[in-house]
């Protein structure tokens, strides 16, 4: 029977989510598979296919056939996460991606069950991925995904690299539950993003996503765009940990329940409206759960680099007709 999957019949799959930002992970070990932007888009509809925030191919970066993978696997990055939109389109990364393809690593027996750190081949350069205990449990001692208690034990910190503030874009997002055009700040964590601040949770609720918000002006590669509230400071939040909630609208994807690398630029733009004093640890609440970032400016405070950590879960597994 030829299907628009024929071409990926027999392929095993996965279905994973990083705070319900899910994914469908295809294996790929050896880089024979071929994905078509109309594929992928067919692949992640919720009626036409698995259903998915975004597809993620699991190659070695040796076979991957991606510009510069060769060397992130001669550098020790022996996975790449080729990463695509839900609309077919390439992504340079995805922060709850790279966690969920850790895990998947981990799961599928790709590299050692005893793994404290993975690096892993992206657009964005290599990152590293360390395995520790669910903040929540109160534990600090490293940790692998299979911690007695279950994969949800297990939270996958991720170097996320450079990270860099550009004050000069000034860009004004409208919306549709937002009475006027907001203020944009331009963060770049891998992806461009375009943060907002909101005055109250009740403008964040009242905000329709359904619809892309639209940028004036429109960034050359298109843009993320973080909807944020920060909280005021707590005594029950540990360190002098900031906190905030967000939404997101991923390009060419919509509104997800959870975006990491939108994560980490919500975090860097709160650290930068509230100055240099402010925390460098940030709790970040989205509709599917909760990540924490790490922040380390450099001197001029608009660059630096970031941490991104939460957990990654694994759902389903099959093989494609």
């Not at 078509?36 to 925030?53: I, K, N, S």
């Not at 790709?110 to 992206?122: L, Y």
Request: some cysteine; glycine content about 12%; hydrophobic content about 35%.
């Amino acid at each position: 029977m030829n299907t628009p999957f024929a071409a990926l019949a027999g392929t095993r799959f996965h279905k994973g989510h990083g705070t319900e930002n899910d994914f469908v992970l295809l294996e790929d070990d050896g880089g024979d598979l071929t994905l078509h932007p109309e594929t992928v888009a067919l692949l992640a509809d919720r009626r036409t296919g698995l259903g998915g925030d975004g597809v993620i191919r699991i190659v070695r970066s040796a076979d991957s056939g991606i510009p510069g993978a060769d060397e992130q696997a001669a550098a020790g990055a022996e996975w790449f996460m080729d990463y695509y939109n839900h609309d077919g389109s390439l992504s340079e990364m995805c922060g709850n991606g790279v966690r969920v393809f850790a895990h998947a690593l981990l799961e599928t027996s790709r590299v050692p069950a005893d793994s404290e750190e993975i690096k892993v081949g992206t657009r964005d350069g290599i990152k590293t991925v360390r395995i520790t205990l669910n903040p929540a449990l109160g534990e600090t001692e490293p940790s692998t995904a299979s911690t007695p208690g279950g994969p949800e034990d297990a939270w996958y910190t991720v170097d996320m690299g450079r990270w860099s503030i550009d004050e000069t874009a000034e860009t004004l997002v409208t919306t549709d539950g937002i009475d006027v055009p907001r203020p944009g700040l331009s963060v770049e964590t891998g992806n461009p993003h375009t943060v907002v601040a909101l005055a109250e949770a009740a403008e964040l609720s009242a905000a329709d996503l359904r619809d892309a918000p639209v940028l004036d002006p429109v960034p050359p590669q298109g843009s993320n765009v973080e909807f944020i509230v920060m909280e005021p400071a707590r005594s029950d939040l540990a360190g002098g940990e900031g906190a905030l909630r967000m939404r997101v609208s991923e390009r060419g994807v919509g509104e997800t329940r959870s975006c990491g690398t939108g994560a980490c630029a919500a975090a860097i733009a709160a650290h930068h409206w509230a100055g240099p004093t402010s925390p460098l640890q940030w709790r970040v609440d989205v509709p599917g759960g909760r990540l924490r970032i790490g922040i380390t400016p450099d001197e001029d405070g608009d660059q630096g680099t970031v941490t991104l950590a939460g957990p990654a879960v694994l759902v389903a597994t099959g093989t494609i007709d």
